[in-house]
């Protein structure tokens, strides 16, 4: 049987129409007549199998036409052929209808036996042609790569943008795997995603992927990967489909601007110059690019300006910042801290000076850069070099160094965006770095002035041997206030002094400058520890009424101890001062319980004196409150941990020099946020035999017995060369004290370096001295004293005052010149 004029003949390899849409079945013997008829059939005839079969099938068409092409196919020899087509059969109400049919020639052994026939409603067949050719061209002409893949994750269907994306026409990629040979996408990114979505059935959408297309002029793109299940009936995996959205510029805009928050972030954080560097060049390796690094001028690290010169050789920079680090730098590049050879006069060499970026995008570009410079090239290219930026760090119209980026694993080579991109953050870092340098600069100079206000860091006196140290603030903390000062009394006394100025900068510096000096007048008063504090107290409140040019630097705390190697005694006060801690010849170490007043410019509060015996031999520590604070915040646990470290210390037998040093590496390597002002002395003693003390009434008797108790002791100690002078200062102070003050009267002489004699009485009239006119009688005494003693003076005591003098152990013959 053969169909009618109209219908489409097919071999019988050929798919002919879909079966699923000719769910409506019969057959037909040889001779034309219906032998089967399907429940779908008569759904769309609407005629009852017992009805039809036996009947000719032609009667079911309408037109004569059709009945006769149908009858004279029959017979026809390619009647053994399959045909399909659409004809108009009679539907049982007497109503038209429209049927695809699909029909297929029967054989059995003696030949041709008849035809299956299937049939569906055309109208539907025909809506479901025209959506299988939406979808069919919704899938190919999309713009968007995509990609079918079935459950063991082979192609099964790419569209031409997908084939595009991977680099290979679908007929060689269809029933390959996932990732073979499309190296133009991250292929293993790509195959762990569809491992995800095959095992845990989720889609995963919008994963950033990177992909390289082997055309076109930007060969570095960014997808979207979306990947979602494709699913049958009861959630059966059929495969799974991929799509790639191309968001480069998005992508990159996202990146640039997450790489500008890290820099802004990351990039100055301290002022310090070296950190700043480092900073810069951290922030660019990988992001950027896979080697950096950032070189400044040598004035720079220093805090100056650079020279404002134009030629290349004469930048003298040092590399400063490199990334990565360690092991990881590049072989053969120089190392952070070396100082590269002078650069050549080359045009490149001279646009970065002019503040301009370079941008060298190849390797022809890299390799014409270094042409005649092959010597230099082994220093600033690194194994594997492509592609370069080098950008000036400029600020304030200055070129302060250079920052140099390099891809050498990364294969895409850098663009006019990344150019733009590193001038940008080389700005803001230049910035950074210039702030740092200047501050670097204040810094110093407030370092120095803080350094030439104190006194040498190793002091010698009879009464101690003494080594200060002094820590400025680091890490972008501004200078602070904190001395230390050791003062040689008379009668070989020392005073030992610290203080902390509250408040930072140079007008803290300043305040420390003039309590210092105010601390030096005052002792020459010779004043207890708790008076001198109180004109302390007073003079800052003064500072406070100057006015407002002293900010907030109006108030400081301060200790002030005073150490007698005669009676081995320490006097101290404190004015909100931590206390010193003491640390015994035989390993005792505690804090002295001091009662700290109030502190300095507080006024209307006393201060109280403490006073306690001092071995020699013993280590006393005075510092300020920033020891303390580099333990921790709580100043109690810092006091212990400092005595700890001074007793383990002190155990060693060490120098002064050697505790000190140590102990302040002990609380750290980081920068400190605060001043560390420390003072360690080693007591000594006068020895007693070495001392000699008298008391007389106040009786005009008592001078001769005065001058021969000196001579005596001179002779005794060997000094009768100083005899004389001494009888002469015993005799004018004694007679003055009987005069003028009453008794009792001490008298004592101490031999050490120098020959010391005082005399006390209970009067607290001070000696004036004066140039006595030619007619007076008397008045000439202290006049005597101060030409026949180096120095003399006077200091009041609870029950009077002392008149001391100093003279030296062999005779001067210029004292005995009298002016008369």
């Given at each position: 049987m053969s169909g009618p004029g109209n219908a489409r003949g097919t071999?019988?390899?050929?798919?002919?129409?879909?079966?699923?849409?000719?769910?409506?079945?019969?057959?037909?013997?040889?001779?034309?007549?219906v032998r089967l008829w399907s429940a779908e059939a008569e759904a769309l005839l609407g005629y009852p199998a017992k009805e039809v079969c036996g009947t000719p099938a032609v009667e079911l068409l309408t037109t004569s036409g059709d009945r006769e092409a149908a009858l004279a196919g029959r017979d026809r020899p390619e009647a053994g052929r399959g045909w399909d087509g659409v004809l108009a059969l009679r539907h049982h109400d007497g109503h038209e209808v429209r049927v695809a049919l699909r029909v297929r020639p029967l054989a059995d052994r003696e030949g041709p036996a008849?035809?299956?026939?299937?049939?569906?409603?055309?109208?539907?067949?025909?809506?479901?042609?025209?959506?299988?050719?939406?979808?069919?061209?919704?899938?190919?002409q999309n713009p968007a790569p995509i990609a079918l893949i079935d459950g063991e994750s082979r192609y099964r269907l790419l569209n031409a943008a997908a084939e595009r994306v991977l680099g290979h026409p679908r007929d060689q990629l269809v029933g390959r795997h996932v990732g073979a040979d499309t190296?133009?996408?991250?292929?293993?990114?790509?195959?762990?995603?569809l491992r995800q979505v095959r095992e845990s059935g989720e889609s995963v959408l919008g994963l950033p992927v990177r992909g390289s297309p082997p055309s076109g002029p930007d060969r570095d793109r960014w997808w979207s990967l979306s990947t979602f299940p494709l699913t049958g009936p009861a959630d059966r995996l059929l495969g799974m489909c991929q799509t790639y959205a191309d968001i480069t510029h998005g992508y990159r805009a996202e990146r640039r601007m997450e790489l500008l928050t890290k820099a802004g972030e990351g990039i100055g954080a301290t002022l310090d110059v070296a950190r700043t560097a480092q900073e810069l060049a951290d922030v660019l390796v990988p992001d950027l690019g896979d080697a950096a690094w950032v070189s400044l001028s040598e004035a720079v690290l220093e805090g100056d300006e650079p020279p404002k010169t134009t030629?290349?050789?004469?930048?003298?920079?040092?590399?400063?910042?490199?990334?990565?680090?360690?092991?990881?730098?590049?072989?053969?590049?120089?190392?952070?801290?070396?100082?590269?050879p002078a650069l050549p006069d080359h045009p490149l060499i001279r646009r970065i000076g002019q503040g301009e970026t370079v941008l060298l995008p190849d390797l022809d570009s890299v390799m014409a850069a270094s042409e005649g410079h092959v010597e230099l090239?082994?220093?600033?290219?690194?194994?594997?070099?492509?592609?370069?930026?080098?950008?000036?760090?400029?600020?304030?119209?200055?070129?302060?160094?250079?920052?140099?980026?390099?891809?050498?694993?990364?294969?895409?080579?850098f663009r006019q965006e990344d150019a733009d991109l590193l001038t940008e953050i080389a700005s803001r870092a230049a910035l950074g770095v210039d702030n740092a340098r200047r501050y670097t600069r204040e810094h110093r100079a407030a370092v120095a002035l803080q350094q030439r206000l104190l006194p040498a860091a190793t002091t010698e006196t009879p009464a101690a041997e003494n080594v200060g140290f002094y820590v400025p603030a680091g890490d972008g903390a501004e200078i602070g206030g904190d001395w230390y000062d050791v003062i040689a009394l008379p009668s070989f006394r020392v005073a030992l002094v610290a203080g902390d100025v509250t408040g930072h900068g140079l007008p803290a510096t300043a305040t420390m400058g003039r309590l210092r000096t105010a601390v030096d007048t005052l002792t020459d008063l010779e004043l207890g520890p708790d008076e001198l504090l109180a004109h302390l107290d007073d003079l800052v409140q003064q500072f406070k009424e100057e006015g407002p040019h002293q900010g907030d630097t109006v108030g400081a705390s301060c200790l002030y101890a005073v150490y007698d190697p005669v009676t081995r005694q320490c006097t101290l006060a404190s004015a909100g001062h931590p206390p010193p801690v003491v640390i015994r010849p035989d390993g005792t170490v505690r804090s002295v319980e001091i009662s700290p007043g109030p502190l300095l410019g507080v006024g209307g509060m006393p201060f109280e004196a403490t006073t306690f015996d001092l071995e020699p031999g013993s280590m006393v520590a005075?510092?300020?409150?920033?020891?303390?604070?580099?333990?921790g915040h709580d100043p109690d646990a810092g006091l212990r941990r400092l005595t700890d470290q001074l007793a383990r210390l002190a155990a060693t037998g060490r120098e002064l020099d050697g505790v000190g040093h140590e102990l302040l590496q002990s609380l750290g390597g980081a920068p400190a946020r605060d001043d560390m002002a420390l003072l360690l002395a080693r007591t000594r003693a006068i020895d007693p035999a070495d001392t000699a003390t008298w008391e007389f009434p106040a009786d005009a008797s008592v001078v001769s017995a005065a001058r021969e108790a000196a001579a005596g002791q001179l002779a005794a100690w060997g000094l009768d060369e100083v005899s004389f002078t001494t009888?002469?200062?015993?005799?004018?102070?004694?007679?003055?004290?009987?005069?003028?003050?009453?008794?009792?009267?001490?008298?004592?002489?101490?031999?050490?370096?120098?020959?010391?004699?005082?005399?006390?009485?209970?009067?607290?009239?001070q000696p004036r001295l004066r140039r006595a006119r030619w007619s007076d009688e008397g008045g000439r005494g202290l006049?005597?004293?101060?030409?026949?003693?180096?120095?003399?003076?006077?200091?009041?005591?609870?029950?009077?005052?002392?008149?001391?003098?100093?003279?030296?152990?062999?005779?001067?013959?210029?004292?005995?010149?009298?002016?008369?």
């Open positions: 071999g019988a390899e050929e798919e002919g129409l879909p079966p699923e849409l000719c769910p409506a079945t019969a057959s037909v013997d040889r001779m034309g007549a008849g035809w299956s026939v299937s049939a569906g409603d055309a109208r539907r067949m025909e809506r479901e042609a025209a959506d299988r050719a939406l979808m069919r061209a919704l899938f190919e190296p133009h996408v991250d292929s293993e990114t790509v195959a762990r995603v030629g290349p050789g004469q930048w003298n920079l040092r590399r400063i910042g490199v990334a990565p680090p360690g092991d990881s730098w590049p072989t053969g590049l120089p190392a952070v801290g070396t100082v590269p090239a082994a220093l600033f290219v690194p194994e594997h070099g492509h592609s370069a930026i080098a950008a000036p760090l400029f600020a304030r119209g200055l070129v302060l160094g250079t920052v140099v980026v390099w891809r050498t694993r990364t294969p895409v080579a005075v510092y300020t409150k920033g020891v303390l604070y580099r333990y009888e002469l200062v015993v005799s004018e102070l004694v007679t003055n004290a009987v005069r003028y003050a009453g008794g009792p009267i001490g008298l004592r002489l101490i031999r050490g370096n120098v020959l010391v004699c005082e005399v006390s009485d209970p009067s607290n009239t006049f005597l004293i101060a030409q026949l003693t180096t120095r003399w003076g006077s200091r009041y005591t609870r029950s009077g005052k002392t008149i001391w003098t100093e003279q030296p152990l062999t005779a001067d013959p210029g004292l005995l010149e009298l002016p008369w």
